[in-house]
DNA sequence: AAATCCGACAACCGCATCGGA
DNA sequence: TTCCGATGCGGTTGTCGGATT
């Protein structure tokens, strides 16, 4: 092929390109062209993209047809917000996987991971930002599973009660959960550090380095005596009711069982939390537990439930040191069942008040 | 009432992976 | 084995509507 005849080839594609560039629409979708995609999908099915945008006489491009079709009009998508238990899923998901939308999605039916991904970001992330903590850091990992997922079961068993009241059909019965004391690396009595204790990850399983995920870096050091002692424990804290995102009942169901894939558990959440360790706690009045994953903010219930900063500060400042942070999911849930007074979130607490106190020095930096 | 800000969500883009030729 | 098109995935941007100033 001579230089001058590929010239005027390239000249060629160029300008086509440049004509098909002209006439593919971008933007948001018509009515019009929701109607030719479905008409089309309803007649031919689903895939082979490309060709469904040439074919179907519309000017978009083969993956804006299928995001189009994926995520808006495919019959099976659900609308509206995301309920308490989806959010739980998504929380105990992520912890699992990371960034995994599709994959967390896939546990999640009618949402897609689009959906899930702006949830992720728009709410969760905006909570930590407010903390000026990252989302992938430990702290507010912690702050997640100790206080936000614990009231989304308060709201879910907020909504069942509600349900039940108003005479619905009478839940299911939860799905029998070991003690914990029966999992492995959970027992109550063996406070273990060791990062992960025996959970059942496939090998790709665990949620990408660097990008979340809320297992711990091993902490071989055990509770600090200092803060694990009632004596130093500050009276005022409230409780803390705190669970692995490995929770043992995911364990005994298989390494990948959801909450969705339990079904009943999720039916009558009170059940689920007892289960879980977390009945009889005191979570705050119902309305603190709506503000926390919907008006209102973490930093803000935080703000509300840390009862003082001196109080919290003279915890701190008594001898206490620096509190530990979550030594380890098994350690951590070791530490809610069998009810050492320490606490895996103390240092979110203390943060928290030197944070409002003026004490930036305290945090961890901003993002 | 107008301007601005902000949250939510739809859509796009670039890259990775897969499968068939 | 290599190439290439199709598809999937995750990050990012754009748009819109409601809230706030």
């Known amino acids: 092929m001579s230089q001058r005849k590929g010239a005027a080839m390239a000249a060629v594609t160029s300008s086509k390109h440049e004509e098909e560039a002209m006439e593919l629409r971008r933007g948001p979708w018509t009515l019009e062209e929701d109607n030719l995609l479905m008409n089309y999908i309803a007649c031919h099915g689903e895939g082979r993209w490309n060709l469904l945008a040439r074919c179907s006489g519309l000017k978009r491009t083969g993956k804006s047809c299928r995001l189009r079709w994926l995520n808006y009009l495919k ?7 995301l309920t308490p238990e989806e959010q739980l899923l998504i929380l105990e998901l992520h912890s699992k996987w990371g960034n995994r939308w599709s994959r967390i999605a896939q546990h999640l039916p009618g949402r897609t991971d689009n959906e899930i991904k702006n949830y992720w970001r728009t709410r969760v992330q905006k909570q930590a930002r407010q903390l ?29 009660s509600a349900q039940a009241h108003h005479g619905e059909l009478p839940l299911p019965p939860p799905p029998p959960l070991l003690p914990s004391s029966h999992i492995p690396g959970m027992a109550a009595s063996s406070p273990s550090p060791v990062h992960g204790g025996s959970q059942p990850h496939d090998a ?19 509770p600090s005596t200092s803060t694990s002692g009632s004596a130093s424990t500050p009276a005022a804290l409230p409780p803390v009711p705190c669970f692995s995102s490995e929770l043992s009942w995911v364990d005994q169901y298989g390494p990948y069982a ?56 003279a915890a701190v400042g008594g001898g206490s040191g620096h509190a530990n942070s979550c030594g380890g999911g098994a350690a951590m849930v070791g530490s809610v069942y069998a009810s050492p007074p320490w606490r895996a979130t103390d240092e979110l607490y203390y943060q928290a008040a030197a ?3 003026g004490d930036h020095h305290q945090w961890g930096g901003g993002i």
């Open 132 to 160: 000026r903590v990252d989302a992938n850091s430990a702290v507010f990992r912690d702050a997640v599973r100790c206080y936000w997922m614990p009231r989304l079961l308060e709201k879910m068993a907020a909504t069942s």
């Open 204 to 222: 790709t399983s665990s949620a990408p380095a660097g990008s979340g995920g809320y297992g711990y870096p091993v902490d071989p050091s055990p």
């Open 75 to 81: 019959p099976d998508i659900k609308r509206g917000n």
């Open 355 to 357: 944070w409002k106190l």
């Open 258 to 313: 959801s909450y969705a894939d339990l079904g009943g558990a999720f039916d009558d959440p009170a059940a689920l939390a007892g289960s879980l360790g977390l009945d009889g706690l005191d979570l705050g009045p119902a309305d603190d537990c709506d503000a926390v994953y919907s008006d209102s903010t973490l930093l803000d219930y935080l703000n509300s439930t840390c009862a003082g900063g001196g109080t919290m500060m």
